[in-house]
């Protein structure tokens, strides 16, 4: 067990991460602050008042998880959809300040709040391997997709990664072994920025963006695994998160094993108000982790892994790779040659050369 986390004013029975919810629910706070949030309700959806009813049955729970518009096929794609999702994040940017840290706080108390009742729900209710019902609406395998259909030379590892998104069940069993091993502690939060200001792990979009890529909440893999222990967001060019050193963990090896250069700071005590977390100086970090035994650090590490090779990130460099193949798809040494020949013969080369490309 780790030393508690708290900060010195902090109140240890208010709010704590969603892991520590599961082990003990009895802690979590009731005090849950209502934030009307009537801007970009497209990629934020505050919660109720209050917690939610906690006789949900298994329908509805699975329901708090799945996006309204996951039945569209990515194919099924129309240019009007495109367009609202870029209106969407051109009408994030006109946001303030003060509705844009409402939006994070009330994406918060609804992230904490689904998964408290996840955990709290029981066996006979909750989803089995909930991560595989919820694979169409993730932003990652909308990518693989993608890219597998781009991939006419046979480029990409296609039977490995589909085998990979057939397993994902895997997902949820490394999860549900990791929150059996991690110790308690309360919510502890950093920022995380990244090369170019991008999203690579595909945290829920709030408020303005550097990039007009905007991420759903429950709109990617990472978002679905990294709720299990805790709560986070992006903004501008930075993620944000609240939760156990575990997610902190995970985003480190996850950026590490796609060499993507990354700096991660503690998270300003005053930086995301109306919600209690840790805001935690590097030697407490060092000791959150001394508290993780080796094996809870490899279940991370795999977890990572997997997520990292089925990232949007590594799709994007596969279909890279297609583009450059594109370009160099015929022998350019040969193909000089042959030019060099007709000009010394003082022949312009046409159309009709029948002098093969390949």
Not at 71 to 93: D, F, M, Y
Not at 227 to 250: K, N, P
Not at 270 to 281: H, K, N, T
Not at 335 to 356: A, E, I, K, R
């Amino acid at each position: 067990m780790t030393e508690p986390t708290a900060k010195p004013n902090a109140h240890p029975n208010n709010q704590q991460g969603n892991a520590a919810s599961a082990k003990e629910p009895s802690k979590t706070s009731d005090n849950h602050t209502e934030i009307e949030n009537k801007d970009n309700q497209d990629l934020v959806e505050p919660s109720p008042k209050g917690h939610m009813t906690e006789t949900l049955d298994k329908a509805a729970l699975l329901a708090l998880f799945i996006l309204p518009d996951t039945e569209e096929h990515i194919t099924g794609q129309t240019s009007a959809e495109n367009t609202k999702v870029r209106e969407s994040a051109e009408s994030s940017t006109a946001l303030t300040e003060s509705s844009i840290a409402e939006q994070r706080v009330a994406l918060y108390h609804t992230q904490h709040e689904r998964t408290r009742l996840l955990y709290l729900a029981s066996a006979a209710i909750r989803p089995t391997y909930l991560v595989q019902t919820l694979k169409s609406q993730f932003a990652e395998y909308h990518q693989y997709l993608l890219a597998q259909q781009l991939d006419k030379r046979g480029l990409m590892d296609t039977d490995g990664l589909d085998r990979l998104w057939q397993q994902l069940h895997v997902v949820d069993d490394i999860i549900a072994d990791i929150v059996r091993h991690m110790p308690a502690q309360q919510p502890a939060g950093w920022q995380l920025t990244t090369q170019d200001g991008h999203n690579p792990l595909c945290f829920a979009t709030v408020g303005k963006l550097k990039h007009g890529k905007p991420i759903r909440d429950q709109g990617s893999l990472n978002s679905y695994v990294l709720g299990h222990f805790g709560v986070s967001s992006f903004t501008y060019d930075r993620g944000y998160y609240i939760g156990h050193v575990v997610g902190y963990l995970f985003s480190c090896y996850f950026c590490a094993h796609l060499s993507i250069s990354y700096g991660v700071s503690a998270l300003g005590q005053q930086v995301i108000a109306d919600y209690d977390y840790a805001s935690l100086e590097t030697p407490h970090m060092v000791r959150l982790l001394q508290g993780l035994d080796g094996y809870c650090k490899k279940r991370i590490y795999q977890l990572a892994v997997i997520c990292a090779r089925l990232s949007v990130f590594a799709s994007d460099k596969r279909i890279e790779r297609m583009l450059i193949a594109e370009v160099n798809d015929f022998d350019k040494k040969l193909q000089q040659q042959h030019l060099d020949v007709l000009l010394l013969q003082g022949l312009m080369p046409d159309s009709n050369d029948s002098t093969p490309l390949f």
